[in-house]
């Protein structure tokens, strides 16, 4: 099993930026990568962006694309979301995920954290 813990979320005005991080812990060598999504009320859950634990290969969709980095800190176990240009559209509650797919890896969860984002 692998557990991840999220944490950063809060409020934001617009065009301000956070940092999500995302801390694995457990069999964490059985995730072959790690992504973001989010879910906004009544609405899916979207993939945002995905990272490989070993390589660093990223993926965006294109919603974010330009706005939002994601990254990883092997040492830590850690991964990162960096959104910048904030927009209201951006509020929802974000989840981190890992497993062995890509880029959609979904075996296991975060509880998930809110962003808030006012105009």
């Known amino acids: 099993q692998v557990q991840l813990v999220e944490s950063g979320g809060g409020l934001v005005q617009a065009g301000g930026s956070l940092r999500l991080s995302c801390a694995a812990s457990?069999?964490?060598?059985?995730?072959?990568?790690m992504g973001w999504f989010r879910q906004a009320p009544g609405k899916g859950r979207d993939l945002l962006a995905a990272i490989t634990w070993s390589d660093g290969r990223t993926w965006y969709s294109n919603s974010v694309k330009g706005r939002f980095t994601i990254s990883r800190d092997n040492t830590k176990n850690t991964g990162y979301l960096q959104m910048n240009s904030l927009k209201p559209d951006d509020t929802a509650v974000y989840y981190c995920a890992a497993g062995g797919t890509w880029p959609a890896a979904t075996d296991y969860w975060g509880q998930g954290t809110q962003v808030t984002v006012s105009s």
């Open positions: 457990g069999r964490t060598f059985a995730s072959y990568a």
